[in-house]
């Protein structure tokens, strides 16, 4: 990765660097556990992007601090994020793979957004309201102004494309936001260029939201009580297979229509599963079961699964036995994240007059 066009133009004499670049930046949380959502709604879309973007993928560990933390696991769990990126197929060597914590330049950028940002804008955020649950006071600080973190995530690194799961959605609105009233207030160039590239969120069209093999209207988390809910990335054949036999179902065939669809969640989030693993338009996964029992859909689908997350399993495996591997590959992703940050934060000092320009 390079900053090859940078200085094309600049903005109140700073210049502004990386501004052309497509480059794509998204995170994962290391909370433990990573399941199928993860994977299908967003680190396979990582991969992806690789031929067309410069990539920066993090390990966000200061997220993860915003639930109950334990210093005793986050590293572990880290690095298992790491290991999830590389064993999908994320080339190290061409592209940056980083924890957060290692580049304190997402801090300093959050608290300059944090007085960018309103504080109305903040009270809507959704995903707050469920995971701060009714005891909404004794939540942290750091869970209300998350979304704060993300962008400056996202914008430290002047990213143009965010690929996320559905569910982030709502974070992507606001970083967008941000970065709008931080290039009007403080940097809208002569040229019509701004500062901050206003990020577009790239969200698939299957399988962004995949749902609880229990629960078809609840989204599959790493929080939920029930591992039965969840394929977790490292799951063997057999778990795989068992988990989803068990997976809810309803009385009813299989339909031939999207809309009959619509009532029943769960044949929806099975047959979204069985196109996204498939590489199939939904339509075409809904004609291939029409009229057939949910059991045929979960023969193909546990096959399919198998095939797919076992190898990636594997491989996690391996690298994870090798801490010091991954540790190493974090040092470098940092190192190098860090010079571009910085390099932006030169900028946003002296654009906001905290140094001379
Ligand atoms: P996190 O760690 O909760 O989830 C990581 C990614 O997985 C996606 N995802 C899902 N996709 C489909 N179905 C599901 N059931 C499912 N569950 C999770 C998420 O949408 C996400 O893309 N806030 C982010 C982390 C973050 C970030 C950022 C993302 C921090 N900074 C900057 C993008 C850009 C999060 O909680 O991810």
């Excluded at 090859?4 to 502004?16: A, E, R």
């Excluded at 572990?76 to 590389?86: G, L, Y």
């Amino acid at each position: 990765m390079s900053d090859s066009s940078s200085q094309q133009f600049s903005i109140k004499g700073v210049p502004i660097k990386g501004a052309h670049i497509k480059r794509a930046f998204s995170g994962v949380q290391p909370t433990g556990g990573l399941h199928l959502g993860n994977y299908l709604g967003a680190i396979q879309h990582f991969v992806a992007l690789q031929d067309s973007h410069e990539c920066l993928y993090c390990v966000v560990d200061l997220h993860a601090m915003t639930a109950a933390h334990d210093p005793t696991t986050i590293a572990a769990h880290s690095r298992e994020v790491a290991a999830a990126f590389i064993a999908a197929g994320i080339d190290t060597n061409k592209h940056i793979v980083f924890a957060q914590s290692h580049v304190p330049q997402h801090a300093e950028l959050a608290w300059m957004l944090e007085c960018v940002a309103r504080v109305g804008w903040l009270s809507r955020m959704t995903q707050f309201k469920e995971k701060a649950g009714k005891d909404r006071e004794r939540a942290s600080v750091g869970l209300y102004v998350y979304p704060i973190l993300m962008a400056a995530d996202i914008l430290l690194y002047h990213s143009t494309h965010v690929p996320v799961g559905d569910d982030q959605k709502q974070h992507l609105e606001l970083a967008r936001a941000i970065a709008q009233k931080f290039n009007n207030d403080y940097a809208t160039g002569a040229t019509g260029e701004d500062f901050f590239p206003v990020p577009e969120p790239l969200i698939q069209s299957r399988a962004a939201r995949v749902m609880s093999l229990r629960d078809g209207t609840k989204k599959m988390s790493k929080s939920d009580a029930s591992a039965a809910s969840r394929i977790v990335l490292t799951d063997d054949a057999d778990t795989i297979a068992r988990k989803i036999k068990k997976a809810k179902t309803d009385p009813d065939f299989l339909p031939d229509n999207a809309q009959a669809l619509e009532t029943r969640p769960e044949a929806h989030n099975l047959l979204s599963l069985h196109a996204a693993l498939a590489d199939m338009a939904m339509a075409q996964s809904i004609e291939h079961f029409a009229g057939q029992s949910f059991a045929a859909l979960k023969a193909d689908l546990s096959d399919r699964l198998i095939d797919r997350i076992c190898p990636l399993g594997d491989e996690m495996r391996r690298l994870m036995a090798d801490a010091a591997a991954l540790d190493a590959i974090l040092a470098t992703g940092a190192a190098r994240a860090r010079a571009i940050g910085e390099a932006t934060m030169v900028d946003v000092r002296r654009l906001l007059g905290l140094i001379g320009a």
